[in-house]
């Protein structure tokens, strides 16, 4: 009875504070921030790598598990602009792209802002809001790269096992197969507890916060599965869309991953107010 209860809390408090729009709110900017994030992101650590193609390749990697239907070929086909050495950045372009990559940060602040209302009382400034998502955007770069060099590492070293001398690194390296899946997972639910706790700070339970993360990374991996699922047996969008068909199931994918996110914070809500 309890359980149910809380429930129908969580899906009245979607409906009052505006989850439903600030969801559309987040998938419609997040469309529009992808662009300019993934450029200067391929750019800036493709001059320190040395290859733009690379550091493209590896950014897919990184978010394939939660885009629905974009093969490595769509996704080099619509990243090939950012591959080019012709494609340098100068301090007037990194500020115009960091500015439009705020967008998506902007969003998601004003949906936890409508969820958590009567708990943040302090206001956040524009500049201090600009600056943070400034942070966290660099931040989403050194994560990339620390994983970039992770799996050159890992590449390396596997090569490195086939000659005599070092066949002592197989059995190591067979391990680390098995752990990278499980530490990739906890880095996801780590970065969703980041937002968290950078968006709404420290106002409830930690313990709280790491069971809502969870459940929104696991919730998102269930829910890419049976949206591909839809979307490739049951809808033919190119046949009513055309080319543009990408686009509506990237923005319609980005819907229900904004609104799963929403419904986390909105359970976290609940749980700190019983």
């Known amino acids: 009875m309890k359980f149910l209860i809380f429930i129908k809390r969580v899906f009245v408090n979607l409906a009052k ?83 439009s990559s705020t967008l998506i940060f902007s969003s998601v602040d004003k949906a936890l802002r409508d969820i958590f209302k009567d708990h943040i009382k302090k206001g956040r400034g524009s500049l201090e809001s600009l600056l943070l998502y400034f942070f966290l955007i660099i931040l989403l770069a050194a994560a990339i790269f620390i994983y970039l060099n992770f799996d ?31 530490f990739t997972l906890m880095t996801q639910v780590l970065t969703v507890f980041t937002v968290f706790r950078v968006f709404i700070g420290r106002l409830f339970n930690t313990k709280y916060v790491i069971y809502v993360s969870a459940f929104v990374v696991i919730m998102w991996t269930v829910a890419i599965k049976v949206f591909t699922w839809y979307v490739t047996f049951i809808t033919n969008y190119n046949v009513i869309y055309g080319s543009m068909s990408v686009f509506i199931v990237l923005i ?10 929403l419904t986390g914070a909105e359970i976290l809500k609940v749980l700190s107010e019983k």
């Open 17 to 99: 504070d505006n989850c439903f729009s600030n969801a559309a709110s987040i998938a419609y900017f997040s469309v529009l921030s992808a662009l300019p994030i993934i450029f200067f992101i391929t750019s800036a650590l493709g001059f320190l790598i040395g290859s733009n193609l690379m550091v493209s390749k590896k950014i897919f990697e990184f978010i394939s598990p939660y885009l629905p239907n974009i093969t490595p070929q769509m996704w080099l086909k619509f990243t090939s602009w950012f591959t080019k050495s012709s494609f340098g950045l100068n301090v007037l372009s990194i500020f115009i792209l960091l500015l």
């Open 152 to 182: 050159l590492l890992i590449t390396f070293l596997k090569k490195l096992a086939r000659r005599q001398d070092f066949y002592f690194l197989a059995p190591v390296l067979k391990k680390v197969d098995i752990i990278v899946p499980v």
């Open 252 to 261: 319609s994918w980005c819907f229900y991953a904004a609104l799963i996110f």
